[in-house]
């Protein structure tokens, strides 16, 4: 994550980088890598900084998480807009959603999937993550958007959860993890899949 500084006032700046080495650290070495003193050593803030912005740990972990998802949600949300705006096809839309998945770090993956992992302990983060999966899979999402179909929201878990196997996958195995492959799935599942089935039993 680049430096803060410049963009934010000096109180917002710390803050700002307090997140963003609490980010590095849970990519390193997970949530249990974070402690206030590892994050000020990293962040290069005086020792007591970051309890001073975030008072618990879990507090610092909780925003963290809400600030990326928010930043990714938005970047995917622009995504989408542009989609429709160029009228792309659904091979283009797919290579642009790819585009988009490897300029990510996979760091900002790493802190998505350990807040899935710990969401049912911590009630605060239990609310962020449902936020971000209603994201993702809400009607008109970004993967169905790329699909363009109109009766495919349905869907939108279906894709998403490939995406997000991908993104653990290539946590794993950063060396094998192809995004030819991903392509090649996501525009077999968006022509395969049938319209909603809801709507066909409703009949």
């Given at each position: 994550?680049?430096?803060?500084?410049?963009?934010?006032?000096?109180?917002?700046?710390?803050?700002?980088?307090?997140?963003?080495?609490?980010?590095?650290?849970?990519?390193?070495?997970?949530?249990?890598?974070?402690?206030?003193?590892?994050?000020?050593?990293?962040?290069?803030?005086?020792?007591?900084?970051?309890?001073?912005?975030?008072?618990?740990?879990?507090?610092?972990?909780?925003?963290?998480?809400?600030?990326?998802?928010?930043?990714?949600?938005?970047?995917?949300?622009?995504?989408?807009?542009?989609?429709?705006?160029?009228?792309?096809?659904?091979?283009?839309?797919?290579?642009?959603?790819?585009?988009?998945?490897?300029?990510?770090?996979?760091?900002?993956?790493?802190?998505?999937?350990?807040?899935?992992?710990?969401?049912?302990?911590?009630?605060?983060?239990?609310?962020?993550?449902?936020?971000?999966?209603?994201?993702?899979?809400?009607?008109?999402?970004?993967?169905?958007?790329?699909?363009?179909?109109?009766?495919l929201d349905w869907a939108a878990p279906i894709l998403t959860a490939l995406t997000d196997g991908f993104g653990l996958y290539r946590l794993a195995s950063p060396?094998?993890?192809?995004?030819?492959?991903?392509?090649?799935?996501?525009?077999?599942?968006?022509?395969?899949?049938?319209?909603?089935?809801?709507?066909?039993?409703?009949?």
């Open positions: 994550m680049s430096s803060p500084k410049g963009r934010y006032a000096p109180g917002e700046a710390r803050r700002a980088e307090i997140l963003a080495a609490t980010v590095d650290l849970i990519y390193e070495s997970g949530i249990s890598g974070v402690t206030h003193r590892n994050v000020a050593k990293r962040a290069g803030v005086s020792p007591s900084a970051p309890s001073y912005f975030f008072p618990s740990i879990d507090d610092l972990f909780v925003e963290a998480f809400r600030t990326i998802m928010n930043n990714m949600i938005a970047s995917l949300v622009a995504l989408s807009e542009r989609i429709e705006r160029e009228n792309m096809s659904r091979e283009e839309a797919v290579d642009a959603y790819i585009d988009h998945a490897v300029k990510a770090a996979p760091k900002y993956d790493k802190l998505q999937f350990e807040a899935y992992l710990f969401a049912d302990q911590k009630p605060a983060l239990r609310e962020e993550v449902e936020k971000a999966l209603a994201a993702t899979h809400r009607p008109g999402s970004t993967l169905v958007t790329a699909s363009r179909r109109k009766d060396n094998h993890a192809q995004f030819q492959g991903l392509k090649i799935g996501l525009l077999a599942l968006m022509e395969a899949l049938p319209g909603d089935p809801t709507s066909a039993s409703d009949r």
